[in-house]
Every structure is written in structure tokens, then in C-alpha cells.
């Protein structure tokens, strides 16, 4: 039997490290690029929304403007191209990462700028090029950034990254948006639009303070070099199908991506009517930004610190499960909510459980896309499982609401918590079979 004082040192020594572990310079770098990925999506999300209402643009025009997110689910169709592109003597200089980083940064700052010189009431189309243009670059960067994030980090502080890489996200949106709406309301709406490229600047800086990532090369690619030549031909082999072939010739392969698929099924479709069902019960815009931006950011925050201790603490598949669960569970409080009707105490409790079991799923979820990566093709591989994982938003984008109409808000969050289930089957069926973590995945920095 193990001595109780040794067990006790052994926790303690687990704990200095998980704290430790923190201010690691992959770690501290993961919360800088994180405040660089932030700002475009709320840029185009929050901010252009509010500024083309204030010019009295229809909700319909307004609305046409999210479509500017769409590359966001389509990036694995480029991601090859960035993950395998480079330019001689320039990336030779730079590397790789750091000169991708750079001019998508300098491409998106350019939009930014000029984007901040146009009239919505005079330059509509122009504005809705930009988004585009802006929602393109965004998702390149993020190609980019997640890439560089896993490639820096060691695989036991996957968790610790995806959660300094969230907290960095999470401030970089609320210095955009309310620091958008700040300047606008003292100055002006170009001025204010034209300050949010200095958002992008941690990043740069850290890509030069840490370096390009030193990655070996892996069995499976180094094979297939052997057996084909390193012409140009291999090349493009090698940007566009190994990653996918190395994927798919994982043991049990499908179950890893039906799980992806199918786990934020029910959890999507709560949060897509969450805003409607609000509505109905005549909460007040103050009320729900209460309970939205002051109660669920900070509930998303603590839950995204928790995710990391979750994932140390309790390995993959068992923080999977506490996550699945605790995300299915908390469903159970819009149930709640629809019976008792009107209250904000049950609505800050509500949606501040919900946001905390998002926040720990979150940061859970990103640690595990990553250890499911090898490094031969970081970029194309988690571009290809984080573009799943937003099947369930674009599926349930187009039902819920009709799903919400053929039902009551009591059956309809009852059927979003039941759609769950089928993810934490598959969940433990990988559990099961250990299905994502044989030794031949393993990953080796060189």
C-alpha cells in the first residue's frame, strides 16, 4: 500500500506542477494569439451588426452580413495550402508559420482600414466585400494560429493551451466590442473600427518571441516519401490527401468523427432558441444582457479554468464524459425556466450553469482535437475536425426554429438535452476500444 504521506507529496508535487505549468512560454503564447484570433468574429458578429442598425440598415441586409462567417465551416478546404505552401528563401527566413501569420495579419489589417473609411448608408456593397474578406482572412488566421498553438505545446499541457488560448479569445471579444462601442460613442465609428487592428499585435509578437515550431518528421510521412520521391507531385500528395489518409487509416477511425459530429447536437440547438425563448417570457434586453454578458461571460470564464483542471486532473476520456454530461444536464435549466416562467434569479442561474458547463467543454474539446493532430499535418487535421464540430450549428441553424414551432419551449429544451445522448454513447464506445490514443499516434517534437 502506498504511504499516505508519500500520496499526499504526490498531490501536492501534481498541483505545483498544474500551476506551474501556466506561466510556460507555450502557454503564456497560446493567451496572446488568442487575443489576436478574437477580435474579427465579433467584429463582424457584433460590432458591423451594430453599426449598420445605427444607420437605420433593414434587419434582412443585416442579417446577410453573418453569411460573411461561412469560411469559418469551409477553411479545411484551404487549410492544405496553408499547412503545406511555403516561399523559399522568404519562409526560409521567417519560417513557415510566422510568414503565413504575418501576411494574413497584414491582408486583414489593410480590410480593417479600409473597411473603416466607408458610409453604410453610401458604401454597402464595398462593406459587405470587406466582411468577406475580413471572415476569409479570420479563418485563414485561425488555421494559421491553432497550427502554431499545438505545435509549441507539449501534449501533456494540451488542456493548459486550449485554456489560455479561450481566456485570450474571450478578452480580445469584450475589448472589441465594448471598446468599439466606447470610442464610436465618444468619437467616431471609422476611428473606432480602425484601433481594432492593434488586437492583432500579441500574436505577432509572440510568433518572434517564441520562434517557428521545430517539428520531426513522423513515421507515416517519412514512408511516404520513401515510397514515392520528394518531387513535385509528393508535394501536392502530401498537402492534399496524406493528412486525410493518414487519418483514416486510424483504427476505428469513424467512431473518432461520428462523436465529433454528434456531440453538440443538443447543446447547439438550446443555444440557437435560447434568444427567442427570452423573448417570449418578456425578459428585458437589460435582463438578458445581465445575465448574458455579465453572468455568462464571467460562468465561461470560470468554466474554461475549470476544463483545464478537469483535463489534468482526470485524462481525456473522463473529462469528455464530466463535460458531455454536465453540458446535457444544464439543459435541464431552460426546462426549469420554461415552467416557473419570468424570474432573474432563475434566469442568472440558468444561463450562468450553462455557460460554465460550455466554458469546461470547450477548453476539453479543443485539448482533444489537438492530441488527435500529427504534427506532419496539424493545420489541415484540426481545421478538418473543428469544421465538423460546427456541422451542428449549421444543421440545426435551419430546423430548430421549426422544431421550436411544432412543440412547446418545456418539450423542445427536453428533446435538445435527449440529443445528447447519442454523443455519449459514441463517447464510451471510444472509451471502450481506446479508440485515439494507440502508441502510433503518439507525437514527437524534434
Known amino acids: 500500500m502506498n504511504n499516505p504521506s508519500q500520496v499526499a507529496e504526490s498531490k501536492v508535487s501534481k498541483t505545483i506542477r498544474f500551476i506551474g505549468t501556466f506561466f510556460k512560454k507555450p502557454l503564456l503564447a497560446a493567451f496572446m494569439l488568442g487575443m489576436t484570433s478574437g477580435f474579427p468574429l465579433t467584429l463582424i458578429l457584433g460590432v458591423m451588426t451594430v453599426w449598420l442598425s445605427k444607420y437605420g440598415i433593414s434587419k434582412t441586409t443585416i442579417g446577410l452580413f453573418t453569411l460573411a462567417t461561412l469560411p469559418y465551416s469551409l477553411k479545411v478546404l484551404w487549410a492544405p495550402i496553408l499547412d503545406k505552401l511555403s516561399f523559399g528563401r522568404w519562409a526560409r527566413a521567417f519560417g513557415p508559420r510566422r510568414l503565413w501569420l504575418l501576411i494574413i495579419v497584414t491582408a486583414m489589417a489593410a480590410s480593417i482600414l479600409y473597411l473603416s473609411t466607408l458610409n453604410p448608408a453610401d458604401n454597402l456593397i464595398a462593406m459587405g466585400q470587406m466582411a468577406v474578406a475580413i471572415g476569409f482572412l479570420s479563418a485563414s488566421l485561425d488555421i494559421i494560429i491553432d497550427a502554431y498553438r499545438i505545435e509549441i505545446t507539449e501534449e501533456r499541457d494540451l488542456a493548459h493551451s ?200 470547450g477548453t476539453v474539446m479543443v485539448a482533444y482535437f489537438a492530441s488527435l493532430c500529427n504534427l506532419s499535418f496539424t493545420a489541415t487535421q484540426y481545421a478538418l475536425l473543428s469544421t465538423l464540430s460546427s456541422l451542428a450549428r449549421g444543421f440545426f441553424g435551419g430546423f430548430s426554429g421549426k422544431i421550436a414551432d411544432s412543440m412547446d419551449w418545456t418539450q423542445f429544451f427536453l428533446v435538445s438535452t435527449a440529443l445528447a445522448l447519442p454523443g455519449l454513447v459514441v463517447l464510451m464506445i471510444l472509451w471502450k476500444k481506446n479508440i485515439g490514443h494507440e502508441p502510433a499516434l503518439q507525437k514527437n517534437h524534434g
Open 162 to 361: 486550449a485554456g489560455m488560448y479561450t481566456w485570450g479569445y474571450r478578452l480580445s471579444n469584450l475589448i472589441a466590442g465594448a471598446g468599439v462601442f466606447t470610442i464610436a460613442a465618444y468619437s467616431t465609428w471609422g476611428l473606432a473600427i480602425a484601433l481594432l487592428p492593434l488586437l492583432a499585435l500579441p500574436g505577432v509578437i509572440t510568433v518572434f518571441w517564441v520562434g517557428e515550431p521545430s517539428i520531426k518528421e513522423g513515421v507515416f510521412l517519412s514512408e511516404e516519401r520513401k515510397s514515392y520521391g520528394n518531387n513535385f507531385w509528393f508535394k501536392i500528395y502530401e498537402a492534399v490527401i496524406l493528412p486525410f489518409k493518414e487519418f483514416i487509416l486510424r483504427r476505428n477511425w469513424h467512431w473518432i468523427l461520428l462523436f465529433i459530429v454528434l456531440v453538440k447536437f443538443g447543446d447547439v440547438m438550446a443555444a440557437i432558441m435560447t434568444g427567442p425563448f427570452l423573448v417570449e417570457l418578456e425578459y428585458t434586453l437589460l435582463e438578458m444582457a445581465f445575465a448574458n454578458k455579465a453572468v455568462g461571460a464571467i460562468a465561461a470564464a470560470a468554466g474554461g479554468a475549470a476544463g483545464i483542471g478537469v483535463y489534468w486532473w482526470l485524462g481525456t476520456y473522463k473529462a469528455l464524459l464530466v463535460s458531455v454530461i454536465f453540458m446535457m444536464v444544464t439543459n435541464l435549466g431552460f426546462v426549469w425556466l420554461s415552467i416557473i416562467g419570468h424570474d432573474t434569479t432563475a434566469l442568472a442561474i440558468t444561463i450562468g450553469l450553462e455557460n460554465f458547463a460550455t466554458g469546461i467543454g
